[in-house]
Structure formats: structure tokens, C-alpha cells
């Protein structure tokens, strides 16, 4: 496919503008975002919970702080850890599962049971026990624990994929020439299953966003930075912004940002599936 | 006796869409059966001989289309205009089918029993008041030990005994007409000859008149009276299976004909049809088989055959029918 | 046979879980054992006393061999004894989970079942008329709703119903002005108090069903046994039971048992958003508070439940399709 078909296939609907734009928009304000804002951000007793404005657009939270700026501020720290997150997970879950659908036998019993086990436990306790146990200050850490629960079950998809490439003749072909192990499967297998890792990709990613906005919300992880997590938390907690109607802005705003990521994600995964998968372009 | 009609078919036409183009799947079918024979209808994958079955019950479903012509049935009158309720009745109760792919036509969480039970309560008018006596009976009739196959799930049942229960199922109002969708077609080489035994023994217990879809000519020649052979959506040639096997004109059917592998044995002679069939979304004007034939003359390209009688009952549509048949073949 | 096998590798994970927390919890960093040992003896308790202080709150010995605490924890276990809670002083973790259990399961059943009739409902009817304009509305907006986090629709039915809609309570399981018991008062309070965590669930919950039910019905509808049963004339009511319905909900049982443990999981977020007393606030309290014998515990049940549940769907599974059972 040239570019331009990509293109053209890009215009025919206007959704995948939409989404993109809107995916770009999240980009652009966790790249450049944080730089147009002080550090500490001014707060202000005397503007607490204070109604949209042209200088507080989105109102003011408990300190009198702009809810703009925190949500924008927040964009970097939410996508910085769940896009590694999301990158963990598709690493782990791709190297595991073509490990055990390509080599079979007694490593793939072991390893699809250990992934088995990590499907089994419940994520959300999990993620909430080993928090509490280890101390979460390092964002690193952070994606390396919201990874965990998430990469079972792209595993067990891409054994099962590469199940079924096994057995196609273009691998065998591979194999009547004798190619490595790892010739085939980076070569022949990997290029195949590539629609299917960037889509889980994007998965991994608003799964990743969930989790991570979630367990800050419940205060499972220290906070050292704002993001729409301990916004939450903190409206929900603090200040009374759950018993106001005057806090409306500061509590749904951080809401908003992650339906409309969601939102925006959801609109370029089709973009993406309808570029991989022709038989959808009919319709 | 002279043959009495059961089932007319006049100029059917059947149209499948997808997105902007329209494929005509069936296309101008004059086709007759009469009580209590068996017709083989016979032709490549794809020619329409599904879509004619199907059709016959009018089970034609979005995106094919009936777009014309006529089905007329005995005593019940125009199919193809009847109520939601006679519609009803019909099916199965004066025509039914058994399907091409036994593996898929039961519902695999219903036993035997319950599917037979749910058709005798759709047809609250029928014969037959108790299913369970029923199958017994009918189960006893294709050879198959109803305390064992009545209350089995249809994964229990080999491909053999599945398509079996299909032709009780097929009995169970006691249908006037059977269509048979390819039946033989999935079964190995013992099943296929326990099928076309068992239907023989129908047919002559009950005259039930049978329509015969295959792509086995061997299968045509062993249990069909007459034969129709179709090309692209038309009916190109039709007559007594002998009049077709030994005197075929169409050149189609002629290389049909010389496809298969004669019955005594006599090496040679076996040829494959060369090219393929014509794509039915962009049909050229003139004959569907000028590609193909290799009898085709300018004519061929320009006018549409239409067919003509070449002997008793026996038609076929070839505007060089004139010609000497190619070459003498199954003789 | 199949059924004993099944439930020995349940039973084994059972085991490999407790173990793999049993020793998550004593060799982390910072381990609450020797954190909870090392604050009794900054408290003034002997070095003895703060043993057996510890050996009470956490049901087996501290001290000794890892692998001796480990039996011991496992006696301990086997026994019932999941030890004394930190927070509830003199109150036994078994206990405390009793009585959060039943509120958890309540709001979790009812909710699924909601979110299963809906679905199966929308997904079926989209299925039927799929391409039109119903299909497109249950389509698109299921896969906008699907996957949005429970603590979302939580906090905002929290938000706008209960603090400032004043229409439903802002937590508890039941109004402190009834008796628990079987009467009306009671019973109606408790459902008062559980519709709001429910709904969460539900708006969160259904719209998976019916993308489910939708594709699982458009591809049996696809299947020649529904053609051969229009051609009998198989009556509408018999097609949607015994054929469409019947073949399309098969794998959706499965799914069914395997959400249930989901949901006890997400049971964190709307219970900490209601403030109602279940397994998953317990459990959150239990962490905040560093109460480790409770947070074992609570932990210990949460994925026990997890793993009955995907036994029990394998073992209906091979019960419900013909084509399994043996």
C-alpha cells in the first residue's frame, strides 16, 4: 500500500481525522505542555473551585489552582507511564508468545501455564497488594507493575497465532532451507503478526492509562507529581469537591480527559484495522 | 404412462448483490419434474445449481433476489406469491431438502428426537402426530438402529449416519418432493454407495420425486431418469440420462461427458475442460460457453442460444447443434 | 475423570497463590513482618513479647526457618486461621471476611445478571437486524462504553445522584434505622443502599455482553443448521430458542463465571466510591492501613473466588454442549 491509498483510505471517513487529531492533540500537550506552566503551580485561597473563566477555562481546584494547567501537566505523567506500560506488555507478551507457540513441547506447557496463573489472579488486587508492599515512587516501577497483569493475554494470542503459521507452507519452505530458529520466526512469523501487536499496542495503552489513573485514584501509589489520577483522588478526598456543585469542573475535567483519550484511541484502532484488514474497507 | 407434472419452473431468474455489482446466479431456468422421478441436475461449482434448489423452496435469502419467473406447484399453485402461512406448509410438508454439508445441517445441541419433535410441531396440520414413532419408522427406513440414533447428539453420528438422518428428516412429513444437495458429496467411496442405495429403496417405496443436484456424473447415470446440465445460470441441455450420456449435443455437456472416466474402463479419452467458467458480473453478449467451445463461430458472440428440441424430450441450446457431435464418446 | 483433573489443577493454583503471596509478603523489601516486629520493639515490647505479638496478628511463627513459617502459615490455613487483624484489634481475619463476603457477592451477582440480560437482549436484536440503524447505535455506543473504568461511572452516579441529587445514600450497606433481619425495611434498604454500586457495574458491564452476543449470534445465524430450520418451517419462536439463542449463548457461559472473578476484582473501585462494606473496601482499608494479615487474606479469598469461578465455567462448559461432555 503507497502512501497515498493510506491517505485516501485516511480522508474517506471522517472519524479517523477526528481520531487522530485528537490523539496528536493528547501528544502535543504531554510533549510541549508541562514547559508552559510553572513547576509549582500558583495556588490561591482566595480563588478556590472558582467557575470557568478566560483565565481558568476549566475553573480552579481546592488550592485555587488553574484545572487546566493540572490536566495538562497530568498528560505527560498518565502517557509517559502507560505508554511504557503498554510497551512492557506487548514486548513481554510477543516474546512469550512466540517462544511457546515456536518451540513447543515442555517449554510451552511451562510457560503457558505461568501465563495461565498471571490470568487468573485477579489484576486490580494484585497491582494493589505488591503496591503496598513495594513503595511506587519511580514511574519506571510503575509501568514494570501495570504490565504485569496485562501481557497474558496477548501471549496467548500470538502462540496461538503462530500456531497456525507454523504450519503454512511459507514456513515450511523456510524450513526445508534450513533458516534458523530465529530466521524464522523474526522474518518469516513476526511480519505476519505485526496488525495484530500495533493494535494491542493501542490496547495496552488505554488498559495501561485505566489502571494507572485508577490505583492513583485509590491512593495505592505515593504521589509525587500531579496527574488526573491524584486529581481524582484529591476531589474525591479533600476539600469537600465531592459535596459541591461548585467543584463540578475540577472533578469531571480529569474524567473527560480520559474518555476523550479513550475516545481518541478507540477511533484510530479502527483507523488502524480498517488499513490491516481489507475485508472492512467494503463496507 | 405419460409423465404428470409435480413442479413447474418458468423463466426464473435469480440476482445476488454485492455493493454495485449484480451477478446473476440463475438466470432464464425452464425446467419441469415429474411425479415420482428422479432428475439429476448437473454442472460445474458455481454454475447455480444450489441457488435453483434453494429456490425451489424459496429459500432465497438477502443478498440473493428472485427477480422473475414463475414456480408452479401441484395443487398448491404459484410458490413464489404464497402467504407466510402456506409458505409454512409447504416447506417440508410438500417439498424438502437435504442439504449438501451433513456435517452442519443439524443443530449440534439437539439430539436426534428433539429435531424430529420440532418439525412435527411446525406442522401442526401434517400426517404425522408422533415424532418419536415417526423417526422409529423412517430411521428403520435408511438403515439406521433408532435406539441409538434418536437420542444421539449429531457429533455422535458418523458423516455417513448424519446425512442419513438428514433424508428421514426429509421423510418426516412425507414430502411429495425431495431436493438432494449434493448428499454423496463429503462421504467416502462405502457411505456414498450405503446413500444412493438407500434412496433408491425410497424412491421405489414411496415414488417420492426426487431433484438431484451433483456434480458426480457417474451418480447422474446410476440413479437420475433424466438429467439437466447447467452452464453459467442457464440450463443447457436436458433429456433422458440416456439421451444426454450417449447422445449428448451440447458441446458442453459433451466435454462433460469426456471428463469422466468411462465406466468399462477404456483408457484414453479422458479430457479436462479447458479455461474456466464466464464471470457472471460481466457476461459476454452471445453464448456463455463461446470461451470454451470448440465449435464457436462468430455467431456465437452475437446471439444468445435459446433451446430447441433435438429428439423425444431431449433439448439442448447450441446454436450449432447442426454440427456432428465431436466425437463419439462413453460409447 | 476430566472433572477430578480439573479440579487438582485448581486446587494446585490455589496452592501455587498462596504460596507465591506467602512469600511476596515476607521477602519484599521492607517486609511487614519484620516492619510490624520492629515497631512492637520501638514500643517498648520485649524482643519475645513483640513475637509473640506478631505470631498472634499473623497466625504463625515469625521467627525461625522460612520454611517452618511457611508450614506454619499453612497449618494455619488449613485450620481456618488466617490470623488477627491489625486495624480491628482483636478481631479474626476470617471473620472480618464473613461479614464483608455476602455484600460483595450481592452487588456483584445482581449486577452481572443485569448486565448479562441486557446484553444478550441488545446483542441479539442488533445481530438480527444487523446493518441497520439499531445495530449501528448498540454497535458503535457499546464499543465507546465498553472498557470505561467502573471507578468513572462510580464516581459520577456518586456524584450527581448521591451528594448532590440526594437521591441515594452516600454509603453503608443498609440505613442504621433498620434491623437486619428478614423483614421489608431491611431487605428494601439494602437494595436502596445497593443500586447505586450496581448500576456502576451495569454501565460499565453490559455493553461487553452485547458485543459478545452480537458476534456470537451473526455467526450462528450464519450456520446452515438455521437455514435447514427455516426450510422445515421450523417455527420463529423454536428458531430464536432452540437454535439461534441456544447455540450463540453456549460460549457466553463460560465468559459469565470468568467476569464474576473480574468483578469481585473491580469490586475495589465501587466499593471504595460508596463506601460500602464489602470484600474489595476491606481489602483497600486493609492495604492503606498496612493491616497485612487482613490484606493476605482478603487477597487470599479474592483469588480463591477467581479460581473457582474458572472452574466451575470449564466444569458447566463440558455440562452444557453435548459436544464436550463425554
Redesign the interface.
Known amino acids: 500500500m503507497t502512501f497515498a491509498d493510506l491517505w485516501k483510505l485516511f480522508v474517506r471517513h471522517p472519524q479517523n481525522v477526528i481520531g487522530v487529531t485528537m490523539l496528536a492533540g493528547y501528544l502535543f500537550m504531554a510533549v510541549v505542555g508541562p514547559s508552559l506552566y510553572p513547576a509549582i503551580l500558583p495556588t490561591n485561597a482566595n480563588a478556590i473551585y472558582l467557575p470557568p473563566s478566560w483565565v481558568h477555562p476549566l475553573g480552579t481546584d481546592y488550592a485555587g489552582r488553574d484545572v487546566l494547567a493540572l490536566i495538562v501537566i497530568g498528560t505527560r505523567a498518565v502517557l509517559e507511564v502507560a505508554s511504557t506500560a503498554a510497551v512492557i506488555t506487548v514486548v513481554v507478551g510477543v516474546v512469550i508468545g512466540l517462544w511457546s507457540g515456536f518451540l513447543g513441547g515442555r517449554v510451552d506447557m511451562i510457560l503457558m501455564r505461568i501465563t495461565d496463573m498471571f490470568l487468573t489472579v485477579p489484576g486490580l488486587p494484585l497491582l494493589i497488594l505488591i503496591a503496598s508492599i513495594v513503595s511506587m515512587t519511580n514511574p519506571l516501577l510503575i509501568a514494570v507493575l501495570l504490565s504485569i497483569t496485562a501481557w497474558g493475554g496477548l501471549a496467548r494470542a500470538v502462540r496461538s497465532q503462530v500456531l497456525s503459521y507454523r504450519e503454512r507452507e511459507y514456513v515450511e519452505a523456510a524450513r526445508s532451507l534450513r533458516l534458523g530458529t530465529r530466521h524464522i520466526l523474526f522474518q518469516e512469523i513476526t511480519p505476519n503478526l505485526m496488525p495484530y501487536i500495533v493494535m494491542h499496542l493501542l490496547l495496552a495503552v488505554t488498559g495501561a492509562i485505566y489502571a494507572e489513573v485508577g490505583l492513583f485514584y485509590l491512593g495505592v501509589f505515593p504521589y509525587k507529581s500531579n496527574n488526573w489520577g491524584v486529581m481524582l483522588n484529591l476531589a474525591y478526598n479533600q476539600g469537600g469537591a465531592i459535596y459541591s456543585s461548585q467543584s463540578m469542573f475540577y472533578l469531571i475535567a480529569p474524567m473527560a480527559a480520559i474518555l476523550l483519550l479513550q475516545l481518541a484511541i478507540v477511533l484510530v484502532l479502527r483507523f488502524v484495522e480498517e488499513v490491516f484488514n481489507p475485508r472492512l474497507r467494503v463496507s | 404412462m405419460d409423465p404428470t407434472p409435480i413442479l413447474q419452473i418458468e423463466r426464473l431468474a435469480v440476482e445476488y448483490h454485492t455493493g454495485r455489482t449484480v451477478v446473476r446466479a440463475v438466470d432464464q431456468i425452464d425446467l419441469t419434474l415429474n411425479r415420482g422421478e428422479i432428475l439429476g441436475l448437473v454442472g460445474e461449482s458455481g454454475c447455480g445449481k444450489t441457488t435453483l434448489g434453494h429456490a425451489l423452496l424459496r429459500m432465497i435469502e438477502k443478498p440473493h433476489r428472485i427477480v422473475g419467473g414463475r414456480i408452479w406447484f401441484d395443487n398448491l399453485g404459484e410458490v413464489l406469491e404464497m402467504n407466510k402461512a402456506s409458505l409454512s406448509r409447504y416447506r417440508w410438508e410438500h417439498i424438502a431438502y437435504v442439504f449438501q454439508s451433513a456435517q452442519n445441517a443439524l443443530n449440534p445441541l439437539l439430539t436426534v428426537r428433539q429435531q424430529a419433535r420440532l418439525v412435527i410441531q411446525a406442522h401442526p396440520g401434517g400426517k404425522y402426530r408422533d415424532p418419536d414413532q415417526r423417526m422409529t419408522e423412517l430411521l428403520r427406513m435408511v438403515n439406521l438402529d433408532p435406539r441409538r440414533v434418536l437420542t444421539a447428539y449429531p457429533h455422535e453420528l458418523s458423516g455417513g449416519m448424519k446425512q442419513r438422518v438428514g433424508v428421514a428428516l426429509a421423510l418426516m412429513l412425507d414430502p411429495e418432493v425431495i431436493v438432494l444437495d449434493e448428499p454423496t458429496t463429503a462421504l467416502d467411496v462405502v457411505s456414498q454407495a450405503t446413500i444412493l442405495e438407500i434412496l433408491r429403496d425410497v424412491h421405489q417405496r414411496l415414488n417420492t420425486t426426487m431433484m438431484f443436484i451433483t456434480h458426480d456424473m457417474a451418480v447422474v447415470a446410476e440413479l437420475a431418469d433424466r438429467v439437466a446440465v447447467m452452464y453459467a445460470g442457464r440450463i443447457v441441455e436436458l433429456g433422458s440420462v440416456d439421451a444426454v450420456f450417449y447422445t449428448a449435443r451440447h458441446p458442453y455437456t459433451q466435454a462433460l461427458m469426456a471428463a469422466v472416466p468411462s465406466l468399462d474402463g477404456r483408457p484414453g479419452g479422458l479430457r479436462a475442460i479447458q479455461g474456466h467458467p464466464p464471470d457472471l458480473r460481466q457476461l459476454p453478449p452471445g453464448c456463455r460457453f463461446q470461451d470454451r467451445c470448440p465449435l464457436a463461430v462468430e455467431a456465437c458472440r452475437v446471439r444468445e442460444p435459446l433451446p430447441v428440441p433435438v429428439g423425444d424430450g431431449h433439448e439442448a441450446a447450441c446454436l450449432r447443434l447442426d454440427e456432428p457431435p465431436l466425437k463419439e464418446v462413453n460409447q | 475423570m476430566k472433572i477430578v483433573k480439573r479440579a487438582g489443577s485448581a486446587l494446585v493454583?490455589v496452592f501455587?497463590?498462596t504460596t507465591a503471596?506467602f512469600f511476596?509478603?515476607r521477602l519484599?523489601?521492607?517486609s511487614?513482618y519484620a516492619t510490624e516486629l520492629y515497631q512492637l520493639q520501638q514500643q517498648g515490647y520485649s524482643v519475645v513479647q513483640a513475637e509473640n505479638q506478631v505470631r498472634v496478628l499473623f497466625g504463625f511463627a515469625v521467627q525461625g526457618p522460612l520454611w517452618l513459617q511457611y508450614l506454619h502459615y499453612l497449618g494455619g490455613l488449613v485450620h481456618g486461621n488466617l490470623g488477627t487483624s491489625i486495624m480491628y484489634p482483636g478481631e479474626s481475619v476470617l471473620g472480618l471476611i464473613g461479614k464483608a463476603v455476602p455484600w460483595t457477592v450481592l452487588i456483584v451477582c445482581v449486577s452481572l445478571l443485569i448486565c448479562f440480560a441486557i446484553g444478550v437482549g441488545l446483542g441479539t436484536l442488533a445481530a438480527y437486524l444487523r446493518g441497520g440503524w439499531f445495530d449501528q447505535i448498540v454497535t458503535i455506543g457499546s464499543?465507546?462504553l465498553n472498557?470505561?473504568?467502573q471507578?468513572?461511572t462510580a464516581?459520577?452516579l456518586?456524584?450527581f445522584l448521591a451528594?448532590?441529587g440526594h437521591l441515594f445514600p452516600i454509603g453503608g450497606a443498609y440505613s442504621p434505622a433498620v434491623h437486619p433481619g428478614f423483614n421489608l425495611g431491611f431487605v428494601g434498604s439494602v437494595f436502596y443502599h445497593a443500586m447505586l454500586p450496581i448500576l456502576s457495574f451495569v454501565f460499565s458491564g453490559f455493553a461487553g455482553w452485547a458485543l459478545l452476543m452480537k458476534s456470537s449470534t451473526v455467526s450462528v445465524l450464519g450456520?446452515?443448521?438455521i437455514?435447514?430450520?427455516?426450510?422445515?418451517?421450523?417455527?420463529e419462536r423454536?428458531v430464536v430458542i432452540?437454535?439461534v439463542s441456544?447455540?450463540a449463548m453456549?460460549p457466553l457461559f463460560t465468559s459469565l463465571l470468568l467476569s464474576l472473578?473480574?468483578m469481585?476484582?473491580?469490586s475495589?473501585?465501587v466499593e471504595?466510591?460508596f463506601n460500602y462494606p464489602g470484600l474489595g473496601q476491606l481489602?483497600?482499608n486493609s492495604?492503606?492501613s498496612?493491616d497485612f494479615p487482613l490484606?493476605q487474606g482478603?487477597?487470599l479469598l479474592?483469588?480463591t473466588a477467581?479460581?473457582t469461578a474458572?472452574f466451575v465455567a470449564d466444569v458447566l462448559y463440558t455440562r452444557l454442549?453435548?459436544?464436550i461432555r463425554q
Open positions: 493454583m501455587a497463590v503471596t511476596l509478603v519484599m523489601p521492607g511487614p464499543s465507546l472498557g470505561i473504568p471507578y468513572l464516581i459520577l456518586f456524584y451528594t448532590l450456520e446452515d443448521f437455514f435447514t430450520a427455516k426450510a422445515m418451517a421450523i417455527r423454536d432452540s437454535y441456544k447455540n453456549l472473578g473480574f469481585f476484582g473491580g475495589v473501585y471504595q466510591v481489602f483497600l492495604t492503606n498496612r490484606m482478603c487477597f479474592l483469588t477467581v479460581i474458572n454442549d453435548p459436544r
